[in-house]
């Protein structure tokens, strides 16, 4: 469950020059003024405007392979780093950094920038250089990328006019891409003859992987609930508008290659949902059950967008809960794909959605803004981002002096190396495990579905009936936490024991309990129910 908090992106450096004045008089530098539902603020733009990242020559259009142009002389590359959310150096002192020491992947067919750190001699002079990045893949090669600017200094991550910034489209990231990086000058050494050269990389003038690596797509079906209780009718928006804003955060937050983003019909409900969070875990378990009768393919997520009042300032005075989902340690728990939020059309609702998401994907809170559930493991104090942070879209940097994580309850937020890179396992798992569902064995033909009664526990550890669910088969609920359920006759004799299955909430000591109701068990005489752990018992 997540609470709301004002957000805003901490953007610090912006690579080009077109100032958007705020009315607290900060000013946030874009390449154009963001539209509603993205980076359109600063809380502390301190640094100056910079030059835009280069793209492709020749006024945008591909270049043609040219021979490398001559290599400048006293001007070293000390770092090369991919931005496609959040920085990771792949070349550091001459050196290339593998991909196992990296922190987080460089993303396969996912647009980014490379950006080039350059250290001059002692007796260097302010001078003009030229970068050439050259990618290719076998058999192929693509436009080379220059950028041209005056060098005084030795590079900074905070000083975006002193480095190389070069956007680098999606098609020319492919799995296995090479690159090569040099700095050259008119009267520089010949390229073909300058032998080992710092001004390079390799130094020697060949080619290395990239290192960039397949991840898969993001599904998610958004469910707009209808909501009955108070006589509107009320439905979320998911016209192209809304849907254009929701995947523009998970496509600069989550390390995927597409975003498959869709709605379907929506959901009638009738329940009370209140902004302390009543009625949050009903509709989730129906979210869930929705999921398994639509019989959607396993990797996609449902999203079920609330709107309890008319608007989120008449929804949240005073403070509200804006979301919840079970958090699914386990990559082929496919049965709880399913989370819910508010769904007003705007960037606190898109923002839910991206961490909401995150606990389908098995993530635990970043401990920032006083959440349960806190990660134990996550690296990074105050719940920072760790690293330099990119936003594709608006193409500007968020200092990780100033982000937060966006699975924490701070402003400022973005997505840290840590998270990215848990975020980047938890979809490449499940690309792969898609593409075994698409040629089952005669095992996993053979399995049955799965029953079961589902009982919501409450913050104190209270159980209470909530309906029931079919899974295809007992393996959509894996890596639940088990606890025995045992069943009692009449006279209060144990008759059975069974194990039942505990996926927690992300924010509660609550979550759901999933109770065996195969045949047998139907068949039973039963009329009593307790499990381990939990208190109260419950009659049948």
Known sequence: MR????????????LVACAVSNDDGATSVHE???PAGEVGSSTDPTEP???PPATPDDDDKPTPEAPPAPVVRGLSISEVAVFQ?????????????GTAARKAPVVANRQGMIRVYVTPEASWKPREVTVELRLGAEGVTFPVIRETKTISAASTDEDAASTFNLEVPAESLPPGVTFQVALTAPDGDDAATAGSSKSRFPSDGGIEKLGAEHSGKLRVVLVPVKYDADGSGRVPGVGEKELALYKSWLMKLYPTSEVELSAREPFAWSSTISSNGGGFSQVLRAITQLRQEDKVEKDIYYYGLLTPSD???SYCRGGCVTGLSPVVDNPSASGMRASIGIGFGNTESASTLAHELGHAHGRLHA??????GVDPRFPHQGGGIGAWGYDIFSKTLISPAKGRDIMGYCRNEWVSDYTYNALFSRIAAISEEQKMVATPSPLAAAKQAARYRVATVGEAGDLAWDG???????DELKGAAIRHAKFYNEAGAPMVSRAAKFFAFDHL???FLFVPNDAAIHAMDWKTMDVEGFANKLAR
Not at 85 to 97: E, I, Q, R, S
Request: proline share 14%; net charge negative.
């Open 3 to 14: 609470a709301s908090i004002g957000l805003g992106l901490g953007v610090m450096v912006g």
């Open 32 to 34: 154009n003024p963001a």
């Open 49 to 51: 405007p910079a030059p």
């Open 85 to 97: 959310a959040v920085k990771v150096p792949v070349v550091k002192d001459g050196t290339l950094v």
């Open 311 to 313: 608007s989120m300032q």
């Open 367 to 372: 401990p920032c803004g006083g959440p349960q």
């Open 468 to 474: 029931d669910i079919e899974f295809q088969s007992e």
């Open 509 to 511: 000591p609550g979550g």
